[in-house]
């Protein structure tokens, strides 16, 4: 298995930078959340159509990999204005991950919306998503629904991934863990769709909400996921999701980050 992080976790950063703390830190690739600032990718200098083959090269010469690029895409919504919203957002975002050689986009499942219920959320929800699906198929980008608000778990995820054939996972385990899904639990119902992974740590975690603790000094038993996932072969990342970006008050990446690859490495008996 590999590490990487979101850039969510150093969100002031430019390119430059990100490149050479991966570089320095034992990291293998990122995913793309922010960058100076900004998470609209499609309105930045280096993410253009004609800079994009430049900020490509960049990155691989110095071999890092593009794993993913993060929206905030959630098909929640039935009005039409709110659906052509967040397909141009989806169109933005292929092309880029498409460009860089990135293997996924990320979206969400969303809020269900106090008005409306499960049934009618996942309606929009389905559809919006079997559209993205198509879309980011056109240009070879898989679709990553992660487990996040109130499609957390396995369970709860499952009717949308019995509709939309090709639709994968990016695994939270934090999120489902909070809701009271075992780790083996949730494999045994999406394993077979997980294709990335988000880890995360907390010392106060519900359905309710949770805080945020660096890698071993909260209470998600961080090991017991990473041994579920090893013990059905998975290879892929182990991506660090620090969300310094929302929440300005948590640890600094320059700590934070490099803290994640020491205490990773552990568990993984490197």
């Known amino acids: 298995m590999k590490l990487g992080f979101s850039t969510i976790g150093c969100p002031s950063w430019n390119l430059d930078e990100m490149i050479a703390f991966t570089k320095a830190t034992g990291y293998e690739g990122i995913e793309i959340r922010f960058v100076r600032g900004g998470v609209n990718l499609w309105e930045m200098e280096e993410f253009q159509p004609e800079t994009l083959p430049a900020t490509r090269e960049k990155l691989e010469q110095n071999g890092i990999e593009v794993i993913s690029i993060d929206t905030s895409v959630r098909f929640v919504s039935k009005a039409p204005e709110d659906i052509d919203k967040q397909l ?8 880029i991950a498409s460009a860089l050689g990135a293997p996924y986009i990320r979206v969400f499942g969303g809020p269900i919306p106090k008005e409306r219920t499960r049934e009618q959320t996942l309606e929009c929800i389905i559809s919006g998503l079997n559209q993205t699906v198509e879309l980011a198929g056109q240009q070879g980008v898989t679709v990553l629904l992660e487990t996040h608000d109130h499609f957390s778990t396995g369970e709860q995820v499952m009717p949308i991934l019995d509709h939309v054939k090709g639709l994968h996972i990016l695994w939270d385990i934090l999120h489902s863990y909070r809701h009271g899904e075992a780790f083996a639990e949730t494999y045994r119902l999406i394993g077979d769709r997980i294709k990335h992974v988000h880890i995360k740590d907390a010392s106060v975690f519900s359905p309710a909400g949770f805080d945020y603790k660096m890698i071993g000094e909260g209470k998600i038993p961080v090991a017991d996921a990473v041994e579920v996932l090893r013990s059905h072969g998975y290879s892929g990342y182990l991506n660090f999701e620090w969300e310094k970006g929302w ?24």
């Open 247 to 270: 929440h300005p008050e948590i640890e600094e990446p320059e700590i934070a980050l490099p803290h994640y690859v020491t205490a990773m490495k552990k568990i993984l008996g490197q």
């Open 88 to 95: 141009e957002m989806v169109r933005h975002n292929v092309n």
